[in-house]
C-alpha cells in the first residue's frame, strides 16, 4: 500500500503487513489505522489513529512501538501492569478484540514452561506477503494489489483464513480449489499461484517448516486436472421466433439460389421437426 491508496480503497480491511491494517467504512466516510498482535495466545487489536491525522508512514511506525512493547514484556490487557518507564507509549489506548481475563499469580510449573508460540494467521500473513510483493516488484496501479486481495478474500479466507499458516495442510487447499477449478478455472489457478507466493513467503519468515501444500508441480498435479486440459463446452444461444423471421425476411430480399436455400431451412425449422432438414431438395 502507498500513501496515494489510503483515501482511494472501497470499505472494508486492507492489510499493510505485520498486522497493521487500514479499516475504512461508511462509503470511505470513515479511515482508521488498527494493528492486530497475538499476546499470551489471543488476538487484540490496538487503535492507532484516523488515516486523516495519522499517514501511512506514521502508522507503521506507530505499530512499531507496540510490537516492541509487547515484546518487551508489557501485557497490553488493562489489568495489567504498566509498561515499562522506558518504553514511550503511543497516544491511543490498546483495545482488546476479546474481554481481557485477569491474570493469577504464576505458579513454579507455569514458570518452567516455554514461551507461548505466536500464531501467524494465513490472512495477516497473506496481507503482509502481498505488500512486499507490491514493493519488490514495484506495482504501480493499486488495483493489481486489491485484485490479489480481493481473490484471497473471497475464497481462501472463509475457509483459511484464521488458520496458522504453519498448519494448513494439502487437504485444506484442495477444500478452497475443488470447487471451482473446474467451474472458475482461470480463477481457481490465480487463487493457487498466490497461495503459493504467501505459503512461500511464510517459510521464507521462518513461520512454516513443511513443504508448500499450493505447489502444483509434484504435488497438486495428482490430485487436479491439468487446467490447460480443462475444456469449457459452450454453446450458441438458440435464436428466438422473432429474430428468426426478421432473417427469413432479410434473406428472401437478395433473391439468389443460395440465400433462398437458406430461407427454406429456417422456415422448415419454423414449422416443422429440425429432421427433415437432413436431405432437402430445392425445385
Keep these: 500500500m502507498r500513501q496515494q491508496d489510503v483515501f482511494l480503497l472501497p470499505d472494508g480491511r486492507h492489510g499493510c503487513g ?3 491494517q487500514l479499516v475504512v467504512k461508511n462509503n470511505g466516510k470513515s479511515r482508521s489505522w488498527i494493528l492486530r498482535l497475538s ?8 487503535g492507532l489513529g484516523a488515516a486523516k491525522t495519522l499517514s501511512l508512514k506514521a502508522a507503521q511506525v506507530k ?4 510490537r516492541g512493547l509487547v515484546a518487551s514484556g508489557y501485557d497490553p490487557r488493562p489489568t495489567s501492569s504498566p509498561a ?19 491474570r493469577s ?26 505488500r512486499v510483493c507490491a514493493e519488490v516488484r514495484q506495482w504501480r496501479n493499486a488495483k493489481h494489489e486489491m485484485q490479489w486481495t480481493s481473490t484471497l478474500k473471497t475464497y481462501v479466507f472463509p475457509k483459511l483464513g484464521k488458520k496458522d ?38 517459510a521464507r519468515r521462518g513461520w512454516r517448516k513443511t513443504e508448500n501444500p499450493a505447489k502444483w508441480s509434484g504435488y497438486l498435479e495428482f490430485d487436479l486436472p491439468n487446467p490447460e486440459k480443462i475444456t469449457v463446452k ?3 444461444e438458440a435464436p428466438t421466433i422473432p429474430e428468426l423471421q426478421a432473417a427469413a425476411i432479410e ?33
Design 165 to 202: 499458516v504453519a498448519e494448513i495442510t494439502r487437504d485444506d487447499v484442495l477444500s478452497v480449489l475443488k470447487p471451482i477449478w473446474k467451474e472458475k478455472t482461470e480463477t481457481a489457478k490465480r487463487v493457487r499461484g498466490r497461495m503459493e507466493i504467501v505459503f512461500d513467503y511464510a
Design 63 to 66: 505499530a512499531d512501538q507496540y
Design 234 to 236: 459452450s454453446h450458441h
Design 18 to 20: 505485520r498486522g497493521l
Design 251 to 283: 434473406l428472401y430480399r437478395t433473391g439468389s439460389r443460395s440465400t433462398l436455400c437458406t430461407l427454406f431451412g429456417i422456415l422448415t425449422l419454423i414449422f416443422h421437426p429440425a429432421s427433415e432438414l437432413r436431405s432437402p431438395r430445392l425445385n
Design 84 to 102: 515499562p518507564a522506558s518504553a514511550d507509549l503511543p497516544a491511543e489506548a490498546p483495545l482488546p478484540a476479546e474481554e481481557p481475563v485477569r
Design 39 to 46: 499476546h499470551g495466545g489471543r488476538r487484540y487489536e490496538f
Design 105 to 130: 499469580e504464576s505458579t513454579a510449573a507455569e514458570k518452567e514452561k516455554a514461551p507461548e508460540q505466536l500464531v501467524h494467521r494465513f490472512e495477516d500473513v497473506a496481507d503482509e506477503a502481498i
